[in-house]
């Protein structure tokens, strides 16, 4: 099991920035997938990015390309979600996931392809 710990959410104006950063558990990180999905009130839950273990796959939703931007620090254990121009719609409670099966060349945006999630770090953006 990879144990995921987000951070980085707060409450910023429309237009801001902020980075989300998840810190993973294990010896695994630097072979598997992960992505960031969010989930906002009322909604169902919402694949936002991902990366491969190579960082060479990295797609994303397309309401937030060329605002997002995914990376990964293998040494670190630990992807982030830079996110920019935030927008109203971009609140949400925001989860990193890991796809636990090694050297995975794509990146699925579907839940259930990840076998750990953390607990959700919040973002409020206010206009």
């Known amino acids: 099991q990879v144990q995921l710990v987000e951070s980085g959410g707060g409450a910023v104006q429309a237009g801001g920035s902020l980075r989300l950063s998840c810190a993973a558990s294990?010896?695994?990180?630097?072979?598997?997938?992960m992505a960031w999905f969010r989930q906002a009130p009322g909604k169902e839950r919402e694949f936002v990015a991902g990366?491969?273990?190579?960082?060479?796959?990295?797609p994303y939703a397309n309401s937030v390309k060329g605002r997002f931007t995914i990376s990964r620090d293998n040494a670190k254990n630990t992807v982030y979600l830079q996110m920019s121009s935030l927008k109203p719609e971009d609140t949400a409670v925001y989860y990193c996931a890991a796809d636990r099966t090694p050297f995975r060349i794509s990146v699925s945006p579907i839940q259930g392809s990840y076998d750990d999630w953390g607990r959700g770090t919040q973002v409020t953006v206010s206009s």
């Open positions: 990366i491969n273990w190579k960082a060479g796959h990295t």
């Open positions: 294990g010896r695994t990180f630097s072979t598997i997938a």
